[in-house]
C-alpha cells in the first residue's frame, strides 16, 4: 500500500515536472508563441520574428522594473499572474499523454477548472489594476467566458457520459464515436475565444482598449502572463490532440503523435486569427448562443440514442 | 560581465517592444512609423513590437514638435514606461521644431522635457531609417542599463533618395524600386 503511494506520487510529481509538466510545457509555450506569431506574418507576407523571440522577450521582461504597488490591491495584482501560471502548468501537467501514465477518476472535471483558472485571473486582474481600460477588458473576457464555457463543458461533458468515465486516461485509450468527434468539433470552435485569438479576441483588443486587463502590468508580471498564455497556448491544444490521438502503447510514438497534432492545432488556429477580424462583443456573444443550442440539442439527440443502442 | 547579464543584454538588444505617441505631428513621420511594421519592411524581423500600453514599452517613440497640449501627456508616458528605457524623437520636428519653430503653440523642442536617445531626422524619415534608429536605441538602452552609462543623444544619418551612400540600406531600396518600376 505505502510502496504503491510512493509510486503514485513519483509519477504524479514527474508528470507534473518533466513531460508533460514544466521541463516540457515551458520550451513548448514559448514555441507556440513563436508559431503564432510566425504563421500570422507568414500570412501577412512579411518573415516575421526569429525562432527565439518569445524566449528573448521572456527574459528581457524578467529584466524590466515594475511600477510600484502598494495595499492589498497591489498584493493581489502580484499574485494573479502568479496563479495563473501554476494553474495552466497544472492543466498540462494532468495530460494523459504516455500510456499508462496514471490519473485517476475525475481528473478531466480537474483539468477543467484549471483550465479556467487563467481566464478568472484574467479577469480579476483587469478589476484589480484600476485602469478603465482594463476594466473593459475583463467584462468583456467575463461576458465572453460565461457564453463559450457552455459550449466547451458541454461538448466535454457529452464525450464524457457517451463513453461513462471521467478520467481523462481512460477517455484518451478508449476508441473514438462519432459524439466524440461532434465534441472535438465543439471544443475547437471554443478555443479562439478561450485562447483570445482573433476573431474573438476582444478582451486584449489592441488598437481599442490598449492592452485590456494588461494594461497595467509591466516587467516580471507580464512575463509570467505571457507564460500563462503559452501554457494555456500547450494545455488547450494538448486536451484536443489527447482526444483525437490514437491509443499507442509505444511512449515515445504517443510523445511525438502528441506533440505533431498540438503542433497542428497551433498552425491551425492562428492561421484562423490571421484571417479573420476581430467581431463585435454582441456578434461573438450570440454565435455562441446558436452554437450552444445546435450542440445541445445535437448532443443530447446523440447520447440518447447510444443510450437505446447499449 | 557573467552569463545572465549577457543574455539580458542581448535579450534587450533583440526585443524592443515600442510605444508611439504623438507630439502634435502632421501624422506625416506616424504614417511611415506604422509602414516599418508592414510586409515591405517588416520590423518584427528585429523582435520589434509595437504595444498598446507604454507599461509594456521599452522604447518611446514620440513624433510632432511638442505642442503645449502634449507636453504633459508627454511626461506623463515617459514616467509610464518602465526601466530600463529608450526615446527615440522620430522626424525634425521633435529635433527642431522644424517648419513650426516660432509657432506660440508650440513648448518643442522635445529634448527640453524629456531625455532624448537618438534623433531620426527626415521629413518624414523614411521607415528604414525609423527601423534603424529602433536598433540603434535598443543598442542604446542595453548597453546604459548594464554598464550604468549618463544619457547621450545621438543623431542617425539621413536616409533616402538624395543622401546615396549615407546607408547601405538606402540604395538597396531604390535599387528595389528600380525593379518594381521596370
Ligand atoms: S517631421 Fe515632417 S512629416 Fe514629421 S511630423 Fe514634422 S512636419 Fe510632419
Partial sequence: MNMDLLIGLKTALARLLIFPGLLFAVPAAWFFLWVERKAVARMQGRIGPPFMQPFFDFIKLLGKSTPPRSGIGGLLMRAWPLIAVSAAAGAVGLLPVLPASGGFEGDLILLLALLEVPSMCIIAAGFSSGSIFGEIGSAREAVLSVSYNIVFLLAIISIAASQHTFSLSALAQLPSSPLRWLGIVAILVCLPAKLHLNPFSLPNAEQEIYSGPMTEYAGPELAMWELSHGLEWVAATGLVATLIAPAFTLWWVAALVFVALSFGLVLLLSVVAAATARLQIDTTVRFYWQCTLIFAVLAVASALFMRFRA | ?182
Fill in chain 2, 1 to 182: 560581465m557573467n552569463l545572465w547579464n549577457k543574455l539580458m543584454c542581448y535579450s534587450r538588444r533583440h526585443s524592443p517592444w515600442l510605444f508611439h505617441m504623438n507630439g502634435g505631428s502632421c501624422n506625416g513621420c506616424d504614417i511611415e512609423l506604422i509602414a516599418s511594421l508592414t510586409p515591405r519592411y517588416d520590423a518584427e524581423q528585429l523582435g520589434v513590437r509595437l504595444e498598446g500600453s507604454p507599461r509594456h514599452a521599452d522604447i518611446l517613440c514620440i513624433t510632432g514638435p511638442v505642442t503645449h497640449n502634449a507636453v504633459n501627456a508627454i511626461k506623463t508616458v515617459y514616467d509610464q514606461v518602465c526601466g530600463p528605457k529608450a526615446v527615440v524623437a522620430i522626424g525634425s520636428c521633435p529635433a527642431t521644431t522644424n517648419v513650426f519653430i516660432d509657432s506660440r503653440t508650440l513648448d518643442g523642442p522635445l529634448n527640453r522635457h524629456v531625455p532624448v536617445d537618438v534623433f531620426v531626422p527626415g521629413c518624414p524619415p523614411r521607415p528604414d531609417a525609423i527601423i534603424q534608429g529602433v536598433a540603434k536605441a535598443a543598442e542604446i538602452l542595453a548597453e546604459r542599463a548594464a554598464k550604468k552609462l549618463p544619457i547621450a543623444p545621438v543623431v542617425m544619418p539621413l536616409v533616402g533618395p538624395g543622401c546615396e551612400g549615407a546607408c547601405p540600406c538606402a540604395a538597396t531600396t531604390e535599387l528595389k524600386n528600380e525593379e518594381v518600376r521596370a
